[in-house]
């Protein structure tokens, strides 16, 4: 048998906002005001009749084409805004493709989200058939498979009480639950497995995993790299709206992880405004994996390695030289942790004009983020260089900090500044 | 069981999958009887409300317009005369507010899940069945109260009760689609249901309007509805079957007109949504 699903040419426009041109008189303000509705009306109904205008036209798909064969499961990978919901938009007929056509042989099951269609009013049990059949099963179906669902969910107590009583956790294993039910032939999730408690999580990969080995087609969007990796056989990178990756799911993988473009920001441009004597002053920032390979992204968990250029324009020895950098929030902008050499009892000597220094952090507990990179290096109390706006980003992807499988990524509603493993065991 | 799914750019009239309309009718049922619990749920009266909605609007009708106005009610009590319209216009009027924000209330589902969108619209004006039921018995109660016996041209009332659910629906799958889009639809009909009630011979009698006028203001498919109720039940008029027959035509035209136009405007639901 051929591919189960068939995707041609696939592309998705959407139209942007177009800025409105502000009014500078009163007159003229007020004139503007009363055709207001005017505009409004042009404006909503261009919401969706997209004008030839090309300045507005966002293309969020572009001739994406790709088939899966029966059995497979596919991962699709991709930065934010690279097109992967509006894809699983397009296959879970939600939303028309603006151009190609797909093709999908055999029953769908879309899992965009869990729980979809549950009212806060209704009991766990009405919530299950009326989420059920919006998922397209049939009544018939659910009556069959009703005490699977429960006991898979776990709320066999609740399954009475409405759902607004429920925690959250509840009902993302209840809708969970219900989904993992639906025996479709094609299955497409997004990113639901982030949800719930770690043992919940584990059930439903092992579900997935289950559904995968039936001979059912998968196609699967995350976030998280163990999980595709450990899901997917094949993959898809999408980068800005094409398919710029269709390989085996480790080097789709790899070359998401690397393309993480490094921004040069001109944090160590000449110009920049610096603290300090400028005895020597800091070249360059730059991060590399445990292996000493350069990489723009460091996954929580990972081995990494801060490395730091220094120069000098002296030509005398500078002994006792201490290194230190930073690390910043650039959500709240504040620190989250500071390492000086003369911490560890370190210090360098920098004899001739240059000398490159780093930092080896074995398992790097910071989690997923952007985080500011600053450095300084001071010699006997005295500040000799400072760049002010700091040196680089620290651009993190969640990854596997605790060595079983479990991303922090969404454990925990809060976000924690930095990470902590330990053992946990009952006291004798 | 095999299928096969073309996905491709839609453009223009499209055509209605019925068969796929009637796969999903357990779909239907659940979400009408979501509607129908969600909205009793954690009310004192529950149910009780679908009563007290059309009595209380009679009660004051009858006091404001019978009492105080004097309008002519055909010769029988204005508390019946009024409770007989109100009984199938409080179902259209709630199902026009109800289907027009049926999309919009259920936005979380329009973007997250393939499901024929007509059984949005479809659910909001079958939940407000029940209360239309409800409003029913209580006509029939008070009609023993009264002593009335309905005529024999009771046996038309499906007629009747076709072109209020055609009319209904019909208006509010245009309605919902166009609500989607334009949120003004919300705002305007709140407003717009009061204007509609005297557009309608809810607290007056069609005979009060004019001959000249009457073609005209029977398009209003409403009209017949009313005109009708009132002749079953209380015989105040001989049965208006002019009027059922322009309201036939004018309903059966907004039925598939707006299953049309709702079908035309599907596709852009869940961008603007």
Redesign the interface.
């Given at each position: 048998m051929g591919s189960v699903v068939e995707v041609k040419g696939l592309s998705k426009k959407?139209r942007l906002g177009v800025r409105e041109k502000k009014e500078e008189t009163l007159v003229s303000a007020a004139w503007n005001s009363l055709l207001a509705p005017v505009r409004n009306?042009r404006r909503?109904?261009d919401?969706?009749a997209l004008s030839s205008n090309e300045d507005s036209i966002f293309w969020a798909l572009r001739d994406v084409s790709f088939s899966v064969e029966k059995g497979e499961v596919l991962g699709i990978i991709g930065h934010n805004g690279a097109g992967k919901s509006t894809l699983l938009?397009?296959?879970?007929?939600?939303?028309?493709?603006?151009?190609?056509?797909?093709?999908?042989?055999?029953?769908?099951a879309?899992l965009?989200?869990v729980g979809?269609?549950f009212?806060p009013?209704?009991t766990g049990r009405?919530n299950v058939?009326?989420n059920g059949?919006?998922?397209?099963?049939?009544?018939r179906e659910i009556d069959s498979k009703f005490a699977e669902i429960v006991d898979f969910s776990g709320v066999e107590k609740h399954i009475d009480t409405?759902v607004k009583f429920y925690s959250s956790g509840m009902k993302v294993r209840l809708g969970f639950a219900v989904a993992a039910h639906l025996d479709p032939e094609i299955l497409i999730v997004d990113e639901v497995l982030a949800v719930g408690d770690i043992g919940f999580q584990r059930k439903c990969i092992g579900k997935m995993g289950e559904v995968s080995g039936s001979g059912k087609t998968i196609l699967f969007v995350s976030h998280q790299m163990a999980a595709i990796q450990s899901l997917c056989s094949r993959a898809l990178l999408l980068h800005h709206g094409r398919v710029s990756i269709d390989d085996t799911v480790s080097s789709t993988v790899r070359a998401y992880l690397a393309g993480f473009e490094p921004e040069d920001s001109g944090f160590l441009h000449t110009g920049v405004s610096r603290k300090g004597t400028g005895l020597v002053r800091i070249e360059s920032f730059e991060l590399f994996d445990g292996y000493g390979a350069p990489v723009s992204v460091a996954a929580t968990g990972a081995s990494v390695e801060l490395r730091f250029s220094l120069s000098s324009e002296q030509a005398v020895e500078l002994d006792n030289l201490d290194i230190g950098f930073s690390i910043h929030s650039t959500e709240e902008d504040s620190l989250v942790t500071i390492l000086y050499s003369s911490y560890v009892g370190q210090t360098f000597i920098l004899d001739g004009d240059r000398i490159t220094v780093k930092c080896r952090i074995e398992s790097l507990p910071i989690p997923e983020g952007r985080y500011l990179v600053k450095a300084q290096v001071m010699r006997n109390g005295e500040v000799l260089d400072f760049p002010e706006r700091g040196v680089g980003y620290l651009d993190m992807v969640s990854g596997d900090f605790y060595g079983t499988g479990v991303h922090v990524r969404k454990l925990t509603r809060a976000r924690p500044s930095f990470l902590l493993s330990g053992s946990w065991t009952t006291v004798q | 069981m095999f299928q096969e799914v073309k996905i491709t750019p839609r453009r223009g009239w499209v055509q209605i999958n019925f068969k796929e309309l009637f796969r999903y009718k357990d779909l239907l049922w659940f979400l009408t009887l979501r509607g129908i619990k969600a909205k009793y749920a954690q009310s004192v009266l529950g149910v009780g409300w679908a009563v007290i909605q059309p009595l209380f609007s009679t009660l004051v009708y009858t006091v404001v317009f019978g009492n105080l106005a004097r309008i002519d009610s055909n010769g029988v009590p204005y508390f019946l005369f009024s409770l007989v319209a109100l009984v199938p216009w409080t179902f259209f009027s709630n199902t026009l507010t109800d289907s027009a924000s049926s999309l919009i209330t259920n936005a979380n589902l329009v973007t997250k899940v393939y499901f024929p969108r007509l059984v949005l619209p479809l659910s909001s004006v079958f939940s407000k069945g029940v209360d239309f039921i409800i409003g029913f018995v209580l006509l029939m109660g008070m009609l023993l109260v009264y002593g009335i016996v309905p005529s024999t041209t009771v046996i038309l009332l499906p007629w009747l009760i076709l072109i209020l659910l055609m009319t209904s629906l019909g208006t509010g799958m245009i309605l919902s689609a166009l609500a989607v889009q334009y949120r003004d639809i919300k705002y305007a009909l709140t407003f717009l249901v009061q204007l509609l009630m005297y557009a309608a011979p809810v607290v007056y009698p069609t005979t009060n309007v004019p001959q000249e006028f009457r073609m005209a203001y029977s398009l209003n498919p409403m009209v017949g509805v009313i005109e009708g109720f009132r002749s079953v039940f209380l015989g105040t008029i001989s049965f208006p079957y002019e009027w059922m027959w322009t309201g036939t035509a004018v309903s059966a035209g907004l039925f598939v007109f707006g299953l049309f136009f709702f079908k035309r405007m599907e596709r852009v639901f869940s961008d603007v949504a």
């Open positions: 959407y009306f909503i109904r919401l969706s938009k397009i296959l879970s007929q939600i939303t028309d493709p603006s151009e190609g056509e797909v093709l999908l042989r055999g029953r769908v879309s965009l989200e979809t269609g009212h009013e209704l009405e058939y009326m059949t919006i998922l397209g099963m049939r009544r409405p | -």
